[in-house]
């Protein structure tokens, strides 16, 4: 699910809540990037996002993936989207 929060900057967000199928290709088809799953020793889980030919995004489980108005690519925590940004809509 996309959600959108705004201050005088506006970023969309979307939340890397499970590794089911369809929540990964929410995550493609939001960032259009290529991914991938790393499963850890210690059973943490996390994703991989591609956002150019040396950098790698890396998203732990619960943590947002969000998009400037530059689509710019970044990772942050649901509290600091709610202390920066006004959420103003959401959107399945």
Not at 18 to 39: M, N, S
Not at 78 to 87: F, Q, T, W
């Amino acid at each position: 699910m996309i959600r959108i929060f705004q201050s005088k900057d506006r970023v969309e967000a979307i939340e890397f809540s499970d590794t089911d199928a369809a929540t990964i290709q929410q995550i493609i088809k939001f960032t259009g990037k290529g991914v991938t799953l790393a499963y850890e020793a210690d059973g943490s889980v996390r994703v991989g996002i591609k956002k150019d030919a040396k950098n790698v995004v890396l998203v732990q489980l619960g943590q947002f993936i969000y998009k400037t108005s530059n689509s710019e690519l970044g990772v942050c925590d649901y509290e600091y989207l709610i202390s920066e940004y006004e959420e103003i809509t959401e959107t399945a």
